[in-house]
């Protein structure tokens, strides 16, 4: 096995025993990309002379005695979380020599814990997309058919993770963004609920959708990296005061006895059959395992989509309305006027998903339209909250496919912005109800594309999540195989 295969856990016991250095893991990851990245395309920046720094700095205090969970892990960040002097593009040109002057509070603890920084992976620009084609930078792409979209907008994470191009990484999820990336590329990602982890640093979207979560190789992995991330922060006034668990510590306590709620809104007409026969098997192997499942209803999922892209797109009309020109970022250096360097840079600086649905935010949030768009969707929303709150009465977590199909071909979806919204059916109301939920492996197309189960909780209830994808990775072999690249 070559060390960039190997998982956090591993990688932690060989670093705590001095088998290996974080430089020659580091080496490893970085000899990698250098191997796969030209046909992979998951960074968007690359720091190999600073990674190499600090991994150096991590053996110096591994040679003290001190080492973490995370000390000398090489891994990758998407590019909308602050970081430090290092540029932070969110993949749009508007953005394209942005270097924050702070650290994102993610990445603070990250960087507390010792972790090696390979690079900021590309992902859709401002998180708008869920194929990461609408990036401004790159394509990236699906490590497991090169020819396939990787997910989005999280796909830079996702790739890397799969392709060892790093051993985890940081993505966001807004509306699937973690999950949805992690289930095409056969790897773990975890949507906490909303206010666990901090978004002071986070750039902004749809701020009460936003949240941060980890992509790992494995179950174990995201519940160490959780026990890192969560926590509260003044500094985010979302953010909730509440004690966070270890997480590692319950991950073998098995599901017998869970009861698991199967919703019948989830598996559609149109749905591809092998997605459908995937995650029924892995409902019947979790039964085995010990749980209960049970069919439940969540009735206002079929508004989901209608909401989410009437509230996430007012949000980012408000959000992304700070990009002018004015104080930092691209500006078009023709204009004659303060109208016309508006208009040039921001028709210049963002691509056509982001102007439409800055346009369509602003429509939604415009005298006149307020009330018939705007307040019917936040009212909507709370159904669908206590859809979700009804059915945890019932259960104790729900399990759902993370996307309607197998990751699709590039270029399929990307003239056709409806048929791209709906392959985040399954993701987005998790997000409308500040829910967590996690993606995990659980089959694999007859192509060969993996195929992602979900595990939804009630709020605060990752344990319970982790607990029981634990378990099933355990139970399976999905999780153990490797892209062919």
Request: proline residues 5%; neutral net charge; glycine residues 8%.
């Given at each position: 096995m070559e060390l960039y295969e190997l998982t956090i856990t591993q990688a932690h016991e060989k670093l705590k025993t001095k088998a290996i250095s974080s430089l020659e893991l580091t080496r490893s990851v970085l000899s990698r990309i250098e191997q796969v990245e030209s046909k992979v395309g998951a960074y968007i920046t690359l720091i190999p002379e600073l990674a190499l720094e600090r991994a150096g700095q991590a053996d110096q205090e591994i040679s003290r005695g001190r080492i973490g969970p995370l000390t000398g892990i090489p891994m990758g960040v998407k590019d909308l979380i602050s970081t430090r002097g290092i540029k932070t593009t969110c993949a749009s040109r508007i953005l394209d020599n942005y270097r924050p002057p702070f650290d994102a509070t993610v990445?603070?603890?990250?960087?507390?814990?010792?972790?090696?920084?390979?690079?900021?992976?590309?992902?859709?620009?401002?998180?708008?997309g869920s194929s990461t084609e609408n990036s401004a930078i790159k394509n990236t792409r699906n490590p497991w058919n090169l020819e396939n979209i990787p997910g989005g907008s999280s796909g830079g994470s996702a790739a890397a993770v799969a392709a060892g191009e790093c051993l985890a990484a940081i993505g966001s999820d807004t509306g699937g963004s973690v999950r949805q990336p992690a289930s095409h590329c056969g790897v773990v990602g975890m949507k906490p609920t909303y206010g666990r982890v901090s978004r002071f640093g986070l750039v902004a979207y749809a701020s009460s959708l936003d949240q941060i979560g980890p992509i790992t190789k494995e179950v174990s992995d995201c519940a160490l990296l959780m026990n890192l991330i969560c926590g509260y922060d003044p500094r985010d006034s979302t953010s909730v005061p509440r004690e966070v668990p270890d997480y590692t510590h319950h991950l073998a306590q098995g599901v017998k006895g869970l009861t698991l709620g199967i919703p019948k809104e989830y598996f559609v007409a149109g749905m591809d059959l092998e997605v459908e026969e995937a995650v029924r098997?892995?409902?019947?192997?979790?039964?085995?395992?010990?749980?209960?499942?049970?069919?439940?209803?969540?009735?206002?999922?079929?508004?989901?989509?209608?909401?989410?892209?009437?509230?996430?797109?007012?949000?980012?009309?408000?959000?992304?309305?700070?990009?002018?020109?004015?104080?930092?970022?691209?500006?078009?250096?023709?204009?004659?006027?303060?109208?016309?360097?508006?208009?040039?840079?921001?028709?210049?600086?963002?691509?056509?998903?982001?102007?439409?649905?800055?346009?369509?935010?602003?429509?939604?949030?415009?005298?006149?339209?307020?009330?018939?768009?705007?307040?019917?969707?936040?009212?909507?929303?709370?159904?669908?909250?206590?859809?979700?709150?009804?059915?945890?009465?019932?259960?104790?977590?729900i399990i759902t496919p993370v996307a309607p199909t197998p990751?699709?071909?590039?270029?399929?979806?990307?003239?056709?912005?409806?048929?791209?919204?709906?392959?985040?059916?399954?993701?987005?109301?998790?997000?409308?109800?500040?829910?967590?939920?996690?993606?995990?492996?659980?089959?694999?197309?007859?192509?060969?594309?993996?195929?992602?189960?979900?595990?939804?909780?009630?709020?605060?209830e990752e344990k319970k999540i982790l607990q029981a994808a634990y378990a099933y990775e355990q139970a399976t072999d999905h999780h153990l195989r490797r892209p062919p690249l």
């Amino acid at each position: 096995m070559e060390l960039y295969e190997l998982t956090i856990t591993q990688a932690h016991e060989k670093l705590k025993t001095k088998a290996i250095s974080s430089l020659e893991l580091t080496r490893s990851v970085l000899s990698r990309i250098e191997q796969v990245e030209s046909k992979v395309g998951a960074y968007i920046t690359l720091i190999p002379e600073l990674a190499l720094e600090r991994a150096g700095q991590a053996d110096q205090e591994i040679s003290r005695g001190r080492i973490g969970p995370l000390t000398g892990i090489p891994m990758g960040v998407k590019d909308l979380i602050s970081t430090r002097g290092i540029k932070t593009t969110c993949a749009s040109r508007i953005l394209d020599n942005y270097r924050p002057p702070f650290d994102a509070t993610v990445m603070s603890r990250l960087n507390e814990e010792g972790i090696v920084l390979i690079g900021k992976t590309n992902m859709d620009e401002f998180a708008m997309g869920s194929s990461t084609e609408n990036s401004a930078i790159k394509n990236t792409r699906n490590p497991w058919n090169l020819e396939n979209i990787p997910g989005g907008s999280s796909g830079g994470s996702a790739a890397a993770v799969a392709a060892g191009e790093c051993l985890a990484a940081i993505g966001s999820d807004t509306g699937g963004s973690v999950r949805q990336p992690a289930s095409h590329c056969g790897v773990v990602g975890m949507k906490p609920t909303y206010g666990r982890v901090s978004r002071f640093g986070l750039v902004a979207y749809a701020s009460s959708l936003d949240q941060i979560g980890p992509i790992t190789k494995e179950v174990s992995d995201c519940a160490l990296l959780m026990n890192l991330i969560c926590g509260y922060d003044p500094r985010d006034s979302t953010s909730v005061p509440r004690e966070v668990p270890d997480y590692t510590h319950h991950l073998a306590q098995g599901v017998k006895g869970l009861t698991l709620g199967i919703p019948k809104e989830y598996f559609v007409a149109g749905m591809d059959l092998e997605v459908e026969e995937a995650v029924r098997k892995a409902v019947t192997r979790l039964t085995d395992l010990g749980a209960v499942c049970r069919e439940i209803s969540l009735p206002h999922t079929e508004y989901a989509i209608a909401v989410y892209y009437i509230i996430a797109m007012a949000e980012a009309s408000s959000n992304l309305a700070r990009y002018d020109g004015v104080k930092y970022g691209f500006r078009d250096p023709d204009a004659h006027s303060l109208m016309e360097m508006y208009q040039k840079t921001r028709t210049q600086g963002f691509g056509r998903e982001v102007i439409r649905r800055i346009m369509l935010g602003t429509y939604v949030l415009s005298a006149g339209y307020y009330d018939a768009y705007y307040r019917k969707a936040s009212q909507v929303r709370t159904l669908i909250h206590q859809d979700f709150q009804e059915a945890f009465r019932t259960c104790d977590l729900i399990i759902t496919p993370v996307a309607p199909t197998p990751a699709f071909r590039l270029g399929e979806k990307v003239s056709d912005p409806l048929q791209m919204y709906l392959t985040d059916i399954f993701t987005i109301s998790a997000n409308l109800a500040g829910i967590p939920g996690l993606s995990l492996p659980c089959g694999f197309s007859g192509q060969g594309l993996p195929i992602g189960l979900q595990i939804l909780g009630n709020h605060f209830e990752e344990k319970k999540i982790l607990q029981a994808a634990y378990a099933y990775e355990q139970a399976t072999d999905h999780h153990l195989r490797r892209p062919p690249l």
